[in-house]
C-alpha cells in the first residue's frame, strides 16, 4: 500500500484515554492510547491545558512517523503546526532518518523523507518541573532486558514503578499484559501502570517502527499524575551498532534505543516538557553477557520473559528466538524454557548463520553484533546444545577465543549517565579485579 499523503486530522482527551486521527489519502485511521491510571481531566486542572494539549499533539505527531512507510509525498500537520516547534521538529525528523533507515535499505530510497506541510507559527512553552519525589518509572516489555533493568533497580534499592504497554504490532492486548504480569510477579514487583496503544489499521507489515522514541511520549503522562522523574529504560551497549552501512549511511534497525536517540530524547524532555526529568538506559554500559549474568539465581524470573516479536512468547523460528536462546543457554541454567533446541533446528540455520557473520549482515531484530553471537555460540556448544546444525556453523567459523571474548563483552562501559545508585553497583569491584568481576555481574 502507498499513500500520496497523510494527514494529521484532529487529536481529543477523554478522561483516561488519547484519541488521534490521521487521513491516509481519503482513508481515515484512528489510534488510541489507553490508560488504567491516568485521569487526564485532573491533569488538565493541575498543570493546566495549554500542557495537555502540547503533550498529546506531539505525541499524534510522533504516532505519524510510522505511516512514512506508506511513502507518502507529504504530511500535513494542520492544527498541531502549533506545536511543530523548532526543537521538536528537529527530534521529529531525527528519529525519522534513524528509525527510517532499515525501510530506506529495503526499499531503495536512500534520502527519502515525505515534505512536511505547517500551517501558521508554532507556540513556544516552558517547560515544568514535577518536584521532588515520585519513585523511577522502569519500562517493561517483558523480555530479558526489563528483567536485568528490574534486578539492579532493586539491588540499588531505587524506588521505582514499572510501565507496560501493549501495542497492536504484536497481538492480543490482554495477552501481552498477562505474560508481562507474569514476569512482574515473579520478579516481585508490585508497583504497576498499563497503557494499551490501539488502532484500526490493519496492514502492519507496511508500517516503520518507531515505537521505542515514541514510548517517551506515551510515558510523559504518568510522569504527570504519579510524579515520576525519571524514566528507565532498558537498552543494551550493543544497540549502537549499525546492520550495515548503505550509501554511506549507518543502517541500524535499533537506532531507536541508541545512545544518540537516548541523548536527544533525554534532552528534549528536560529543555522542552518537564525540566527535572530524565530518560536513561541503565543497561546502556552493558554488553547481553554481562546482562545475562546479572540474571543468574533469578531463573525462575526468567523463565517467564518473552521476547519474539512473531509469536508471543516464542514462535522458535526467528532471529530474535535463536538470538535469546543462545544468550539464555550461554550464561544461565534454563533447561526447558524453550520447547526445543532452536539451536538444532535446521530451518534456522539461516539466522544462525547471519547473527554468527557467515552470511549477509546482522538480521533486522534486536540482536547484538557477530562476535556477541560467537561468544554465545561457543558457550551452547560446550553444553551440547545444536547437534548437527550447530557442527556445520562451527566448521564455516574461524577459531573462536572463549577468554578473549569473555572479557571484552563483560566489561562495563561508561556509567557517566546512570543514576548514582545504579552507577555505584556497576562500578564497584574491587581495584585490583578485573572489570568483569563487578559484584553486579557475577550474582
Known sequence: MAVRSVALLRWSRTRNAISMVYALDARVVTRVCRYDDVDFLELEARYGAALLERITAQLAMMEAIPFFGLAPEVVELREASAYFTPRFAALWRRVWEGVGGQWRYEHDRAGYAPRVIVSGSPREATPIHIGDGGDALAFCGGGKDSLAAITLLQRARMPFATFAYSHADYGDPAMQHALIDSLLDAAHVARRHRMRAEDDFDERAALVCAETP??????????????????????????????????????????????????????????????????????????????????????????????????????????????????????????????????????????????????????????????????????????????????????????????????????????????????????????????????????
Request: net charge negative.
Open 214 to 443: 515514541i514510548s517517551l511520549f506515551y510515558a510523559l503522562p504518568l510522569m504527570l499524575q504519579h510524579g515520576h522523574r525519571t524514566l528507565i529504560l532498558g537498552n543494551e551497549r550493543s544497540a549502537d551498532a549499525p546492520n550495515l552501512v548503505w550509501n554511506g549511511e549507518p543502517v541500524n534497525h535499533q537506532w531507536g534505543k541508541s545512545t544518540e536517540a537516548e541523548v536527544l530524547l533525554d534532552a528534549y524532555l528536560r529543555d522542552e516538557l518537564i525540566a527535572d526529568g530524565a530518560y536513561v538506559s541503565i543497561l546502556k554500559p552493558l554488553y547481553d553477557a554481562a546482562i545475562v549474568r546479572i540474571l543468574r539465581g533469578a531463573e525462575e524470573a526468567v523463565r517467564k520473559t518473552h521476547s519474539c516479536n512473531v509469536a508471543k512468547p516464542w514462535c522458535l523460528r526467528c532471529a530474535k528466538c535463536a538470538y535469546v536462546f543462545l544468550q539464555l543457554n550461554a550464561f544461565l541454567d534454563v533447561d526447558g524454557m524453550f520447547a526445543r533446541d532452536i539451536l538444532a533446528m535446521p530451518e534456522n540455520e539461516r539466522w544462525f548463520r547471519e547473527l554468527l557473520g557467515i552470511d549477509a549482515h546482522k538480521p533486522f531484530e534486536c540482536v547484538g553484533d557477530a562476535d556477541e553471537a560467537r561468544l554465545a555460540f561457543a558457550l551452547c556448544r560446550r553444553k551440547g546444545l545444536g547437534g548437527e546444525v550447530a557442527q556445520r556453523l562451527a566448521d564455516a567459523l574461524p577459531p573462536i577465543d572463549v577468554d578473549a571474548l569473555l572479557a571484552r563483552y563483560l566489561d562495563v562501559g561508561d556509567t557517566s549517565r546512570l543514576p548514582a545508585a545504579v552507577r555505584a553497583l556497576l562500578t564497584a569491584a574491587d581495584a585490583s579485579e578485573p572489570r568483569a568481576s563487578h559484584p553486579a555481574l557475577r550474582r
